[in-house]
């Protein structure tokens, strides 16, 4: 299977801060890269699809890139609702797999 | 509005089974493919089937193949996973969620709130 590592593990940050968080997979993936936001005792909620693609409803100040191995999610603004894990999620050839996580908290 | 609701969970013995439900609304089994998730504190989370929306094509992780099948009734808007020969490290929080689109496997959205299952003796 595919493995997805995501850095750093725990990311402490500011209301207002730029953050930017890193996924990568041990192979080529092309883009198929999403991106999950969740809260403690909640279900993930998907931010970004397709690597760079915004769901629906989410803020405009998530944004993601990258292709291939490498891919990042930013958030250009921390917000207080922002703070939680974030995953990253690969699909290839029907097996899907995720991240550790990336915990963003309060510094 | 697309909901999910996930029921069946408790505490069975190491070998025994359980069967998980997810009542589902706000769109068709014919239409999106319906996934299992489940999450432990030691393993994150972790893909565990999937039925695609022809009903037939089934997909398994490899921790669970052979163990655990996945199954729908349409006719009860309702997704299963019928759980065999559980054993200690399935314990953990499943999550039952669908494709975010009829054409591309590769989003879960949504998602349902999940059910706890803890195998132990």
């Known amino acids: 299977d595919i493995q997805m590592t995501q850095s750093p593990s725990t990311l402490s940050a500011s209301v207002g801060d730029r953050v930017t968080l890193t996924c990568r997979a041990s192979q080529s993936i092309s883009r198929w890269l999403a991106w999950y936001q969740q809260k403690p005792g909640k279900a993930p909620k998907v931010l970004i699809y397709m690597a760079s693609n915004l769901e629906s409803g989410v803020p405009s100040r998530f944004s993601g890139s990258g292709s291939g191995t490498e891919f990042t999610l930013t958030i250009s603004s921390l917000q207080p609702d922002d703070f939680g894990t974030y995953y990253c999620?690969?699909?290839?050839?029907?097996?899907?797999?995720f991240g550790q996580g990336t915990k963003v908290e309060v510094k | 509005q697309v909901q999910l609701v996930e029921s069946g969970g408790g505490v069975v013995q190491p070998g025994g089974s359980l069967r998980l439900s997810c009542v589902a609304s706000g769109f068709s089994f014919y239409t999106y493919g319906v996934h299992w998730v489940r999450q432990s504190p030691g393993k994150g989370l972790e893909w565990v089937a999937y039925l695609r929306s022809d009903g037939y094509n089934r997909y398994y992780s490899d921790s669970v193949k052979g163990r655990f099948t996945i199954s729908a009734d349409s006719s009860k808007n309702t997704l299963y996973l019928q759980m065999n020969s559980l054993r200690p490290e399935d314990t953990g929080v499943y999550f039952c969620?669908?494709?975010?689109?009829?054409?591309?496997?590769?989003?879960?959205?949504?998602w349902g709130q999940g059910t706890l299952v803890t195998v132990s003796s």
């Open positions: 969620a669908k494709d975010q689109t009829p054409t591309v496997s590769s989003t879960f959205g949504p």
């Open positions: 999620q690969q699909y290839n050839s029907y097996r899907w797999t």
